[in-house]
Every structure is written in structure tokens, then in C-alpha cells.
């Protein structure tokens, strides 16, 4: 999965900004005063909400991404931009004195919602808040990839934002998706993608969802109805269906639901992050089907990271492809970048591997033990000639990088043309160098880069060169 992305993305998120609170405790008792649950509090948690469980959820993706929104002048929007800030999000956002920044608290006992209480504004923006909002937004369009709009209905994204943001994205051919709120859908008109639920298609559309037929008929007028390039409605446990030329309906994946708050951010997020690295419609809603079906196993807003979604499609085939787990060395910056964010340690180790035996394994297993993620750089095949000489090697590299991916140790493996890893040491910046004993007090090739390194002791007996004069013994014996 990961060949599929092959560069950092930039996207701007519009919407309604808001704070989901939590209050995390255990309901044991009823209350005396009224017939009430009591519930003790022993934790409070905040995260973005609204238009920000699309920025999380593009931030987890390892997309760059900035916000624009209407906010007020409360303690509420204080925290709100203390939290971006914490993120490291970029934000554009307009002050209206008189609104209340959201802000929706819920009480949770035992994994469940016990009750919500909110904190807004709902009316639409004035007028210069509007202006503000549209001037902001052409200031910055050539900044970006491609542009969200979230709608959660609190006043944000107003008929004259949505039109001339449209509008000026489209003049500068940036895609514009869009989490629909609301009956009228014709304020978002020549958008590139909706992604309104069922229940939402079929107000929005006065068709009655009940069975392919009625499924076509609705995508088919959004997609008239509303100039768009594609149209799409998304179908809970059904999946997500879209429609261009004909009907394409891609099932729902999930094995477990315990919470579907933010499942419609994940959509939207996902579906953006793939569009904005030229991935075709038909695998970015795959990909968005699986985000989604990784969220809703967790409790409250929350995101997937694509490491979390690579392996949830992999158990759902029990194993990953051996060819997913061999990198270029864009895919392998790439990939690094995403790991280093989630504090994980990288192991970073190099050899030629030419015929695999049990001292290789035994050493890349001690290896993997050093931190989370092992990645082997492999001598090329031209580089394995120019140390080992014109007879060597005896396995092509993509064979010898085929064999190494498929090892449970092994995480990735990246071929290399030079004499030594160096450059590639350089790229990855691995937080341990594992090489073999008899380097022992010998200049180490990357030392100088990473944090430490390990030296493991070979398995006696066991090389590449014993096993291929073992081979020659063995035809001469036979001659």
C-alpha cells in the first residue's frame, strides 16, 4: 500500500471548527436527588472536532495540512488554537466577537455515551466574516493540492463561501471534496465529490434509497443536479458507492463497530489524501472503505494511521504481499517520516545476501530485536560484482530482495547501487546500526549518523562463500 503514495500532499481544510471534550469515568450508583445515573469522573481528555477530526485525521495520513474557519473571541477558541498549535497545523482563522467558538462535551461510563451537552454558535457568519474568509482563501489556493470543506452545519460554510470558494479553486484546478450538510446541496455546485450517507442522499435528493436501482437514481441526480465530476454516497456497513459511468460499489470492511463518531471525516480525509496523490477514484475509495473500518473500531473521534491500515487489510488477508515490503528509495523517506512521527526505533542493517542461510536469519532476527522496524539495504547486483568479483552474485537482487521481505524480521528492504549504505544511511537517519562481530574495532560506514550501534556475532560456520564452495565440492565429486 504504501507504493501507492509517493509524496508529501498539502491540503486546506475549511469548515466548522470545534473541541470534543471528554469526561472518562464509571457509573455505579443512581442518584438520590433524581432518577439520574452518577458517574465518577477520573479522567478529561480534548481533540479537535468538526472540521479538525479532518485535520487529525489528515495529520495521522502524514499529509501537511493548514485550516481556515470562523471562530469567536472566547476561552473556547483560545484552546481550540492552543491545540492546533500543539499539532503543528497552520491556521487562518477569522475572529467574529459575538460567536461562541463549539464545543461539545460528553459524559462517557463504561465505554458508552452518557450524555452531551454543547457549547455554540449555529447561525450563519455575517457578512465580514464571510468577505474575510473568501479573501483569505484566494490568497492562498496555490498553496495547497486540494481543498475539504466540512460542514457540520454550525454557519461556516455559508452559500456565498461555499460558491466562491468553489469557484476559485476550480480557476486554479484544485479539486474541491466535500462532507455535505443540510437538504440544499446546490451551494456546493461544481464541486468534485460529495460524500453525503444514505439518509442524507436520499433528503437531499427525495429518493428513497432502497435497492441498486433507487442507488443509482439518486447518484445519478447529485451528480447532474449538482455539476459534479463524481458522485458519491457513502452506505454504513454497505460500503461506499460512486458513480461515473455506471454503478461502483465497494464493501465495508469492518469486523468490529464500537463507535461511528468521525467515520465521515475519515472518509472525506482519506478520500483526499489519495486524490491529491493522483490516485484513481476506484483505490481511493478502497483505501477510505479501510480507514474507515479502522476508526469505527476505536472509541470516540479518532484516526488511522496508514500503518494502522496496511495492517488491518493484511490480516484481512491474513498476510501483506512479500512485494509491499520491498522500497524504493522515495517509498523508504517516505515511509521512515510516518514511523519517526510515532516515535518508533529504527533499525537499519546492509549485507549483499546472496544465497540466504542460517546465520543471515539468525543475525537479521537479532537484529529486528534492537527496536520496532528493521530495514535492510541490499547491495545491487552491480555493487556485489565490484566487492565479491565477476562470479558473484549467485541470485539475481530481485530475487535475494524477493526471499529477504518475505522473513517475519524483516520489515523493508531497499537496494543500493554504491560500495557502501552511506547515502542511504544518510536518507533513513536509522536510531541503531546493527553489523556483524568482526567489524570490532574497524571504521563502521553511517557510525557518524545514527545513535548507536550493535555488533552481532555470526552463527560459526555458516557464509554464503562456505555454502558456494560446499556446491563446488559437491559437482566436483560428482564429475
Keep these: 500500500m504504501h507504493n501507492q503514495f509517493s509524496h508529501n500532499t498539502n491540503i486546506l481544510v475549511i469548515g466548522d471548527l470545534m473541541i470534543d471534550h471528554y469526561l472518562w469515568g464509571q457509573c455505579d450508583r443512581i442518584s438520590p436527588e433524581a432518577p439520574v445515573q452518577v458517574v465518577d469522573i477520573e479522567k478529561e481528555t ?3 472536532g468538526g472540521a479538525g477530526n479532518v485535520v487529525n485525521n489528515l495529520k495521522a495520513l502524514g499529509s501537511n495540512v493548514a485550516v481556515m474557519s470562523v471562530i469567536g473571541n472566547d476561552l473556547v477558541a483560545k484552546e481550540l488554537i492552543d491545540m492546533l498549535n500543539t499539532i503543528s497545523v497552520e491556521h487562518f482563522l477569522v475572529t467574529q466577537n459575538e460567536r ?4 461539545k462535551s460528553r459524559i462517557m461510563a463504561a465505554k458508552a455515551q452518557v450524555v452531551r451537552y454543547d457549547h455554540e454558535t449555529k447561525n450563519a457568519i455575517d457578512t ?9 482563501f484566494e490568497e492562498k489556493v496555490q498553496d495547497y493540492d486540494l481543498v475539504l470543506l466540512s460542514d457540520y452545519g454550525k454557519g ?3 452559500k456565498n463561501v461555499c460558491k466562491a470558494i468553489i469557484q476559485s479553486a476550480n480557476k486554479h484546478n484544485k479539486k474541491v471534496l466535500v462532507d455535505p450538510k443540510g437538504t440544499d446541496y446546490s451551494k456546493y455546485e461544481n464541486a468534485y465529490l460529495l460524500t453525503p450517507n444514505k439518509k442524507e442522499a436520499s433528503i437531499a435528493t427525495g429518493i428513497d434509497i432502497v435497492d441498486d436501482d433507487s442507488l443509482i437514481e439518486a447518484l445519478q441526480l447529485l451528480k447532474q443536479t449538482g455539476s459534479l465530476q463524481i458522485s458519491m454516497i457513502t452506505l454504513s456497513q454497505d460500503g461506499i458507492a460512486i458513480y461515473k459511468d455506471q454503478l461502483i460499489k465497494r464493501p465495508t470492511v469492518a469486523r468490529e463497530v464500537y463507535d461511528v463518531t468521525g467515520a465521515g471525516d475519515t472518509v472525506l480525509s482519506s478520500l483526499g489524501f489519495c486524490l491529491a496523490q493522483d490516485i484513481n477514484i476506484e483505490k481511493a475509495v478502497e483505501f477510505a472503505n479501510l480507514a474507515a473500518s479502522v476508526v469505527v ?3 470516540g473521534s479518532a484516526t488511522a494511521t496508514i500503518e494502522e491500515i496496511e495492517e488491518y487489510k493484511s490480516s484481512l488477508h491474513k498476510k501483506s504481499s512479500i512485494d509491499s515490503h520491498i522500497k524504493s528509495w522515495n517509498e523508504i523517506s517516505y515511509t521512515v517520516e510516518r514511523f519517526k512521527k510515532q516515535h518508533k526505533k529504527i533499525v537499519f542493517t546492509n549485507g549483499c545476501f546472496d544465497i540466504l542461510h542460517r546465520g543471515h536469519v539468525s543475525y537479521l532476527d537479532i537484529a529486528k530485536s534492537f527496536g520496532d522496524i528493521l530495514i535492510l539495504g541490499l547491495n545491487s547486483d552491480a555493487s556485489v560484482k565490484r566487492l565479491k568479483g565477476e562470479d558473484r552474485p549467485i541470485n539475481t537482487q530481485e530475487d535475494r530482495a ?7 524480521s524483516v520489515d523493508y528492504v531497499v537496494i543500493f547501487e554504491e560500495d557502501t549504505p552511506y547515502n542511504l544511511i544518510s536518507l533513513i537517519k536509522p536510531d541503531i546500526l546493527v553489523k556483524g562481530a568482526d567489524y570490532e574495532g574497524k571504521k563502521i560506514v553511517g557510525s557518524d549518523i545514527v545513535n548507536e550501534v550493535k555488533l552481532v556475532t555470526f552463527v560459526d560456520g555458516k557464509s554464503t562463500t562456505q555454502t558456494i564452495q560446499k556446491i563446488k565440492k559437491a559437482d ?3 564429475i
Design 46 to 48: 480534548t481533540v479537535l
Design 297 to 299: 473500531g476505536k472509541l
Design 156 to 158: 461556516v460554510l455559508t
Design 128 to 136: 465580514q466574516s464571510e468577505e474575510y474568509l473568501i479573501k483569505l
Design 100 to 103: 461562541k467558538t463549539s464545543k
Design 476 to 478: 566436483k565429486c560428482r
Design 402 to 408: 524477493f526471499v529477504l521481505a518475505a522473513l517475519e
